[in-house]
């Protein structure tokens, strides 16, 4: 059973970071393409950025320069290092992989952005 655990979210101060972190398990996390989507009240899940095995990683334009993904292999991880945070990047976030016509998601942490 292939599941996808994150962590690390929480309340922050505008301007603070946060670390996520999506840990999966029950299948070949090599060879998908890892992301981290984000979805706010009243509003349409949105992709924010995306890391494939081979190749560039894709950002949306609104967090270009503040928002870092990486990946370890080894550790069947993704990560979504989030910096300059803003109040409207309160949201749950959730991991996704996917590879051909499989995809998995997480259960979503969510992130507020607040004094």
């Known amino acids: 059973q292939v599941q996808l655990v994150e962590s690390g979210g929480g309340l922050v101060p505008p301007g603070g970071s946060l670390r996520l972190s999506c840990a999966g398990s029950g299948t070949a996390f090599t060879i998908y393409t890892m992301g981290w989507y984000r979805q706010a009240p009243g509003k349409q899940r949105e992709l924010v950025a995306a890391?494939?095995?081979?190749?560039?990683?894709v950002y949306a334009d609104s967090v270009k320069g503040r928002f870092t993904i990486s990946r370890d292999n080894r550790k069947s991880t993704v990560y979504l290092q989030m910096n300059s945070l803003k109040p409207e990047d309160t949201a749950v976030y959730y991991c996704?992989?996917?590879?051909?016509?499989?995809?998995?998601w997480g259960q979503g942490t969510q992130v507020t952005v607040s004094s």
């Open positions: 890391i494939p095995n081979v190749g560039s990683t």
């Open positions: 996704k992989m996917w590879w051909g016509s499989r995809n998995y």
